[in-house]
Structure formats: C-alpha cells, structure tokens
C-alpha cells in the first residue's frame, strides 16, 4: 500500500517566517508534487520533481521554492510567508512512465499564515 | 497550458438517484483523465480513468464517459448512496506527468 506523509496537518506561522513543509512517499515513486486546495479553486500545482534534484514550476510557484535531494522526501518551502499563503498544502507522488499516471496524496497541511 | 473546467460546482441528488458531473479542457493533446473523489478531511483518492484511446469506462455503479472532439468527459454515478457524499475532481494529463485539476463539485446525497 502506497504511503505519503506529511510532516504537519496543521501549522500556524507569521507572517515573513519561513515555513518548510515535507512530504515522505515509501513507495519508491520517480514523481513528486506540491498542490494548494482552495475553496472551489481544485488543486493547483506549485512544483513537480521528476527526479532527484529536478524539478519544474508549476501553475502558482511564486513566493515557493522546493528541494528534492533524496528520492522519497519532497519539501516545500516558503521564503517569506504571507497571509494569501494561507491554505490547504497536499502533496502527492506517482511512478514513471506510461503504466499508471496515478497520483497517491497525502493527508495535508492546512497552514495558516497570521 | 491546459484549462480544465468542471460543472456543477454543488450537485445535491436523493439517495438512489443519478448523478452527472461535466469537464471540459482545453489542450487537444491531453490523453489522460482521471477521476478523485475527497471525503470530508480526507486526501483525494483516484476512483476511475480514461485514456483518450477509450470512449467509455465502467467499474460498478461509476462510469466515465470522453468525448475527444468536443474536449469533454463525464463522470456517472448510478443508485447514489450517502457515501457518495464528496468532493469530486476531475483532472486531465499534460506534459510529462503533471495534472492540471477541475475546480471540483460537491456531491450531496440525501437519504
């Protein structure tokens, strides 16, 4: 069974902290993602590593940056929180290539920016 | 890049009835539309796909339906139940293995 944790289900930071959130997949999957869930906004993608050490931005990377530098660990990092941060925070993980293009998600991290 | 759009945003049905939610995108060369359904504080999980080679998938009472030349897709469920209660994304593929997400629909069965 594919497992992918996250460090917190809830945090609550200030505004200008830095925030590090991180995601554990167990499954040995080549992809990882970071989304933010908003309200009728569905799941919007900030960043997606294909590899150690690679990545690609996504929909909405501004004010995130990430680091990939093992293969089953994914963070996500914000510089300078801001209260527009302040959302629901899912990552997700899927194998490679062209067999299955399922994407498994953890259970999140509501972050509060104040 | 990709757009994809999803109606209705709430969808509320009595137990045992249909219900109908509708995605339509945007980039013709998307070949991958999966399904997640989320439960009230849980993570979204894959219920059903379709490839764009595919005009029809079924898996019990969940059916999924493409339409390549209009660039929509269609997610039925039949005989709803109370656990069907959810929210309901729908995705399509692009580059590489990136998903680009619906807005989502609240699904409300009452018994």
């Known amino acids: 069974d594919v497992k992918v944790t996250q460090s917190s289900r809830y945090l609550v930071k200030r505004t200008g902290e830095k925030v590090f959130l991180e995601c554990v997949q167990d499954?040995?999957?080549?992809?990882m993602f970071w989304y933010r869930q908003d309200p009728g906004l569905g799941l919007r993608l900030i960043y997606f590593?294909?590899?150690?050490?690679?990545?690609e931005k996504g929909d909405i990377p501004e004010g995130y940056s990430v680091s990939r530098e093992k293969k089953e660990r994914f963070s996500l990092i914000l510089e300078s929180a801001s209260t527009n941060q302040t959302s629901m925070y899912l990552c997700?993980?899927?194998?490679?290539?062209?067999?299955?293009?399922?994407?498994?998600f953890g259970p999140g991290t509501r972050l509060t920016v104040t | 890049g990709e757009n994809v759009e999803q109606h209705p945003s709430t969808l509320s049905v009595q137990e045992g009835d249909s219900a109908v939610i509708k995605c339509t995108y945007s980039d013709s060369a998307s070949n991958y539309f999966p399904w997640y359904k989320q439960e009230l504080g849980k993570r979204p999980q894959l219920i059903i796909d379709?490839?764009?080679?595919?005009g029809e998938k079924k898996d019990q009472r969940i059916a999924v339906t493409l339409n390549k030349t209009a660039k929509h897709f269609s997610l039925h469920i039949t005989e709803t139940q109370p656990e069907d209660s959810a929210v309901y994304f729908c995705a399509a593929k692009r580059a590489g293995n990136m998903l680009t997400f619906g807005g989502g629909t609240r699904l409300m069965v009452k018994p």
């Open positions: 499954m040995d999957h080549e992809n």
């Open positions: 590593s294909y590899d150690v050490k690679m990545k």
């Open positions: 997700a993980s899927s194998s490679g290539g062209r067999v299955s293009y399922e994407q498994y």
């Open positions: 379709i490839r764009s080679n595919v």
